[in-house]
């Protein structure tokens, strides 16, 4: 048997086999790939679920050309195996998109408009070891116009996203954020009445005072008024939260320009939003960050692969500035060798930050289209082969 095993081996070594380009990956647990690495650089485990080709350095006086190869001292981290001294996130997770879906269908139709995310998406990633999922939803189909923001739920829409909510946090035990996916629009019109906004608040976190496992996220990218503003409705918020009685969950605040990390001091949020007091101190910013030229996520291509951690660095330095902690609700980029540098160096450097506590990938959900580039949703979403397993994974 061992000669015929050794023949084996021999065989399959001398078979032609595509070679993995540096930083690749080229083993780990369901990996099926090849596992040779380009000249130039070696395959090493750096976990179970990754083994990647990391460049030997050379001078390259041999030839007297100037090499392409990088040490990995001037590269940035590609897996946790390379990322030292870090803290791992307390939430970790996706965003699970369908209850927001079908702007302008007011109501709308379930099924048709809108859907709610398949509970075999929320087990394959709990399977996966992480524990949080960010639940959208449409605030009119929750509190309808006719009555307002103020007036009471409707029953049927209540049901299914508390349903939703109850999956996550009661059969799986993970954390699930509510997330009213307005841009603090209702109706058509900029949401500005703080009064009736920690209304909205006291009634949604009144449903779910007793669970602490939910965490409430109080608006998704507040946009189309002055930052001074959005920080008024958040705070009014924390305060309409904290009052229901549920005084011990998580709450999240965003901030204007799509809350994004890499505009955070530019944008005005960092003049505002470091003035946001909990009476029981535990809210985080929730800022998003995408890695594509104009950081809007609809480009697969990254503009670096040190492009992720570059753009978090200030909103790290202000929210270590401002004793505060940050969670990046939303980061997405392309199924690519350079993104998944870009996206592995963005979480390395926010968990040697120590304040970042949680991260969400953009996303899961059972209705985006097989071709969207940040989809991570089982079993064929782009990200799901590749990102997942190299990017994301190896931060657990
Ligand atoms: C990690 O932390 C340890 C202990 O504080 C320290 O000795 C070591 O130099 C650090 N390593 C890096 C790469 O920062
Ligand atoms: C709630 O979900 C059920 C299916 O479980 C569906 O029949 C119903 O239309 C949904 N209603 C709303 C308002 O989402
Ligand atoms: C708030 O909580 C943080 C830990 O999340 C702690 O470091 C800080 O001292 C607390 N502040 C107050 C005023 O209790
Ligand atoms: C970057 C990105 O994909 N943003 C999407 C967020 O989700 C809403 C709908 O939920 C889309 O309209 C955005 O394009």
Not at 5 to 20: E, R
Not at 150 to 164: C, R
Not at 254 to 268: K, N
Request: a neutral charge.
């Amino acid at each position: 048997m061992k000669t015929f095993l050794g023949l084996t081996a021999l065989a399959a070594a001398v078979s032609p086999v595509a070679s993995v380009a540096v930083w690749g990956q080229c083993g780990g647990q369901e990996y099926t790939g090849s596992t040779v690495c380009d000249a130039g650089s070696t395959c090493t485990e750096l976990n179970a679920f990754f083994f990647q080709c990391l460049p030997v350095t050379t001078t390259g006086a041999a030839t007297g050309t100037t090499t392409t190869v990088t040490t990995t001292s001037t590269a940035p981290p590609s897996s946790s195996g390379t990322c030292a001294n870090r803290t791992k996130f307390k939430f970790f997770g996706v965003n699970q998109s369908g209850a927001e879906f079908g702007t302008g269908a007011v109501p709308g139709t379930w099924g048709k408009d809108f859907t709610f995310p398949a509970p075999s998406s929320i087990d394959f990633f709990v399977g996966k070891g992480f524990n949080f999922f960010r639940v959208p939803f449409m605030m009119e189909r929750l509190v309808p116009p006719s009555t307002g923001m103020t007036g009471p739920f409707a029953s049927g829409y209540l049901a299914n996203l508390t349903a939703t909510i109850n999956y996550i946090t009661v059969t799986k035990g993970a954390f699930a954020a509510l997330d009213p996916h307005n841009f603090m629009l209702y109706n058509g019109a900029a949401i500005s009445n703080t009064a009736q906004f920690q209304t909205f608040w006291t009634n949604l976190a009144g449903q779910f005072k007793s669970n602490s496992k939910v965490i409430f996220d109080v608006m998704n990218e507040p946009n189309g008024i002055p930052a001074s503003t959005a920080f008024a409705l958040n705070q009014a918020a924390v305060n309409g939260i904290r009052a229901s009685g549920a005084t011990s969950q998580l709450i999240l605040v965003e901030g204007l320009a799509w809350t994004g990390a890499w505009t955070w001091v530019s944008s005005g949020n960092s003049a505002v939003f470091g003035a946001i007091k909990d009476p029981n101190n535990n809210t985080a910013i929730q800022m998003h960050q995408y890695l594509d030229s104009d950081g809007s996520g609809t480009n697969e291509v990254c503009v670096s692969s040190t492009i992720g951690a570059e753009r978090l660095a200030a909103a790290t330095a202000w929210l270590k500035a401002n004793n505060l902690k940050g969670f990046l609700g939303e980061i997405g980029a392309g199924n690519n060798a350079q993104c998944i540098t870009a996206v592995s160096g963005a979480l390395c450097a926010m968990q040697q930050s120590g304040v970042w506590i949680g991260l969400s990938w953009w996303a899961a959900g059972p209705w985006w289209p097989a071709t969207y580039f940040t989809s991570i949703e089982p079993p064929s979403g782009l990200a799901v082969a590749q990102l997942l397993p190299q990017a994301l994974l190896p931060y657990l």
